[in-house]
């Protein structure tokens, strides 16, 4: 089980924390990823991560703004937002991928994704 947290009102230029938090003994076997979906536009891939390895990839449209980290002991995974924009509003989902289904440590693809959060809401105004 998934729970994201952390999403708010910002505005431009701001920064937010999203935190989503798992659930069940064997969360290590999979990797995380965060999606979003703003409003009348399809869901889309932003950031994936493994739990061991430290290994990580981004969206290009927030490559060098967003930063995806892993802590084991908390079971949690982080989305730190800087210099967000008002294209970042959007729904912002975690999700989770059995790293034994996919070819590489990490995938862009929501199709890997087994489990997912409820979404945690980032508005981010002008």
């Known amino acids: 089980q998934l729970q994201a947290s952390g999403g708010g009102l910002v505005q431009a230029g701001g920064s937010l924390r999203l935190s989503c938090a798992a659930s069940?003994?064997?969360?290590?076997?999979?990797?995380m990823g965060w999606f979003r979906q703003a409003p009348g536009k399809e869901r889309e891939f932003v950031a994936a991560?493994?739990?061991?390895?430290?290994?990580?990839a981004y969206a290009d449209s927030v490559k060098g703004r967003f930063t995806i980290s892993a802590d084991n002991a908390k079971a949690t995974v982080y989305l730190q937002l800087n210099s967000l924009k008002p294209g970042d509003t959007a729904l912002y989902f975690c999700?989770?991928?059995?790293?034994?289904?996919?070819?590489?440590?990490?995938?862009?693809?929501?199709?890997?994704?087994?489990?997912w959060g409820q979404g945690t809401l980032v508005t981010v105004s002008s």
């Open positions: 999700a989770a991928a059995p790293i034994r289904t996919l070819m590489f440590a990490l995938s862009s693809s929501e199709s890997s994704y087994t489990y």
């Open positions: 069940g003994r064997t969360y290590m076997s999979y990797s």
């Open positions: 991560a493994t739990w061991r390895g430290g290994s990580t």
